[in-house]
């Protein structure tokens, strides 16, 4: 009872045991906010029912009742929680609709966010249709994200930024992900920012989020047992500041024009020498 009574006392070693994690994005809070509004309702129901049984243990033990009463039904009895149940089900699906805006629904980008993850197979679009486009493509085991409106289509004429495992977002920007595999089924997945989102062969599933704090690491996993070394692909998002993210940009796309005129370089020198130039 000390020993558990001391953990209770350190939230830090509770470890998220009965809630989920959130506090990186607006559909991330919602998320957790819904899961315990549903959660509360399961508790009290759990409690309702096991205070009835252990009641019923009690009241109507064998030293006291040593023969069982034989009831043949009780119509209001059986009335009662058939509405009951139907109420419950009522208000959980009231409430889910009512959440479920603020977790599908991406909200405007905010420039002043340092003041300050739903699928759907359509891509979440802002109000005002300012947003940050990246892909997100799966293989085994990495995740690779590549930044501009065209990621899915011309990244690599346009020579677009990429980056492997660690995602770089500027804060306040609401961020729309276009997530694609290329061998098996994996999932994006970083709880404080949303939900779990799959990576399917042959299919583009999408997915938004807001991060609100320049300078935080966020930390994900794939969420599909997609082959031997699944446990290694971890997912991470790095949140600056437009400033700092702008400025990152421009040195992925530096680098990228540097690494393009040496393989120019080195195949014109290849060409003189009479070598081939295929695989460059």
């Not at 993850?117 to 486009?133: E, F, R, Y």
């Amino acid at each position: 009872m000390a020993i558990g009574a001391s953990l209770v006392l350190a939230p830090e070693a509770l470890a998220n045991c009965c809630t989920v994690k959130a506090g990186g994005s607006p559909n991330a809070n919602s998320i957790k906010t819904l899961y315990e509004i549903i959660f509360g309702i399961a508790v009290l129901v759990f409690l309702i029912v096991e205070g009835a049984l252990l009641y019923a243990v009690f009241r109507f033990r064998a030293s006291k009742h040593p023969v069982a009463d034989q009831i043949h039904g009780n119509t209001r009895l059986e009335i009662s929680w058939t509405v009951g149940a139907a109420v419950i089900l009522v208000v959980l699906t009231v409430v889910t609709f009512i959440k479920l805006p603020s977790i599908i629904d991406a909200p405007n980008s905010n420039a002043n966010a340092d003041e300050v993850l739903s699928a759907s197979l359509t891509a979440p679009n802002p109000p005002n249709g300012h947003k940050l486009t990246i892909c997100v493509l799966g293989r085994q085991f990495i995740w690779r994200y590549t930044y501009g409106n065209d990621c899915n289509k011309q990244y690599f004429n346009d020579r677009l930024p990429y980056s492997f495992q660690e995602m770089y977002v500027p804060a306040g920007e609401t961020v729309d992900l276009l997530i694609q595999s290329s061998d098996v089924i994996h999932a994006w997945w970083v709880p404080s920012l949303g939900g779990k989102v799959d990576a399917v062969p042959g299919y583009t599933t999408y997915t938004w989020f807001k991060a609100l704090k320049a300078g935080a690491l966020y930390h994900g996993q794939c969420a599909q047992l997609c082959g031997r070394q699944h446990a290694f692909m971890t997912a991470l998002v790095k949140v600056l500041t437009p400033t700092q993210y702008t400025a990152w940009i421009k040195n992925q796309t530096t680098l990228i024009e540097e690494q393009n005129d040496q393989v120019a370089t080195l195949r014109r020198n290849l060409a003189q020498q009479g070598e081939p130039t295929e695989s460059f």
